[in-house]
């Protein structure tokens, strides 16, 4: 019974491992792709990292030194420019207002009579400029949320493998064993014979 045991749970360990190959086999391909997605769209956009005089407000620069000059191709890139170039910028230029926010004011300030045309002029510009910042934003952290699932698809493709490999040696470990164990003895039917 425990030779048909050990060889149970063995060849259970063995199509684990099969399944995660497979798993790790899929997620290296899905990883790969995203990768490779983002890479393309990005340098579709032929987006260059500021730098220099571009980059020197302390609210910038930590952030966006390490990529100054350079082309954006992927997430992290993406994410630094989104939150810490476009969103300063954005910030700067409506004292922290959002785009809806600024929509709001400017419907206001258009349907009152008499309004000042020139500052409905200003407001409907930077209006514009907030929405244009806020759907490039979305766009860039669009990529940086589809890099990040790939890194992660990435790094459960690692631990799929190691699970495989791990399930694969203690499977045929288990099935080695159970390949040396003596098979049960039988019980004896000796006879016992009179002398007399």
Request: hydrophobic residues 45%; charged residues 15%; glycine residues 10%.
């Amino acid at each position: 019974m425990r030779k048909v045991l050990d060889k149970l749970i063995s060849w259970t360990g063995l199509i684990m491992a099969m399944v995660l190959l497979v798993a790790g086999g899929l997620l290296t391909w899905a990883s790969n792709f995203v990768a490779d997605n983002v890479r393309s769209q990005l340098l579709e956009q032929k987006i260059t990292m500021p730098a220099g005089a571009a980059i020197e407000d302390p609210l910038i620069k930590p952030y966006l030194a390490e990529f100054a000059g350079q082309k954006m191709e992927n997430g992290d890139q993406a994410k630094a420019y989104a939150d810490h170039y476009i969103l300063v910028h954005m910030d700067k230029a409506a004292a922290g207002k959002t785009y809806a926010e600024v929509s709001s004011e400017y419907n206001k300030l258009k349907a009152t009579p008499g309004a000042d045309q020139d500052q409905v002029a200003k407001l409907g510009e930077l209006r514009m400029s907030q929405f244009m910042g806020s759907t490039l934003r979305g766009l860039l952290l669009n990529a940086y949320a589809f890099g990040t699932m790939g890194k992660i698809a990435g790094y459960a493709a690692i631990a799929s493998f190691a699970g495989a490999a791990l399930m694969l040696i203690l499977g045929l470990l288990g099935l080695r064993h159970a390949a040396g164990q003596p098979a049960p003895a039988q019980p004896s039917t000796r006879e016992s014979v009179s002398v007399g």
